[in-house]
């Protein structure tokens, strides 16, 4: 039986904290699949296909992660059409938990699908997606919060 899971996110851009969650999760998994969601209802800085070649390369080097995208489908379906049981989340902190627990009971009696927490790392506790990209749109200089490639393209 294979350990498969599922590592959502609109990793809109990928960051050095997004990274490292999955670096450590997928030490615990046969196969980790990276999923980039796309909500087509948010204007997002990247377009889908380059957020997946962002991914892709700030992940290179890893075995047993692949990045699959998909949108407008419950979380819960992408899992089973995925075969996945169980979806793992990155939590920065209190307010990340708060949010995350109510989905994750709802997929568990959706689908049974069980949900993962995994604290990051405290060097990057404060980083985010929108908060990078807020940052790097004024001309800071964010290139040690995100892989190379990615601050490139932020460039």
């Avoid at 992408?78 to 990155?90: E, F, N, P, T």
Wanted: aromatic share 8%; with cysteine; net charge negative.
């Amino acid at each position: 039986m294979t350990r498969r899971a599922v590592l959502p996110g609109s990793f809109d851009p990928v960051t050095n904290g997004h990274v490292d969650i999955i670096e450590r999760a997928r030490q615990h998994f046969d196969e980790l699949i990276v999923v980039i969601m796309h909500n087509p209802a948010k204007a997002g800085r990247f377009p889908v296909a380059e957020r997946v070649a962002l991914m892709r390369d700030s992940l290179k080097d890893d075995r047993g992660v692949r990045v699959e995208t998909f949108s407008d489908v419950l979380l819960v379906d992408v899992c089973a059409d995925l075969g996945a049981g169980v979806i793992v989340k990155g939590i920065r902190g209190p307010a990340d938990y708060e949010y995350e627990l109510p989905m994750a009971r709802m997929n568990r009696q959706l689908a049974g699908v069980e949900t993962f927490f995994l604290p990051s790392d405290p060097e990057w506790d404060h980083v985010s997606s929108s908060l990078v990209t807020e940052v790097a749109s004024y001309g800071g200089d964010v290139s040690h919060l995100v892989p190379r490639a990615v601050w490139d393209a932020l460039k």
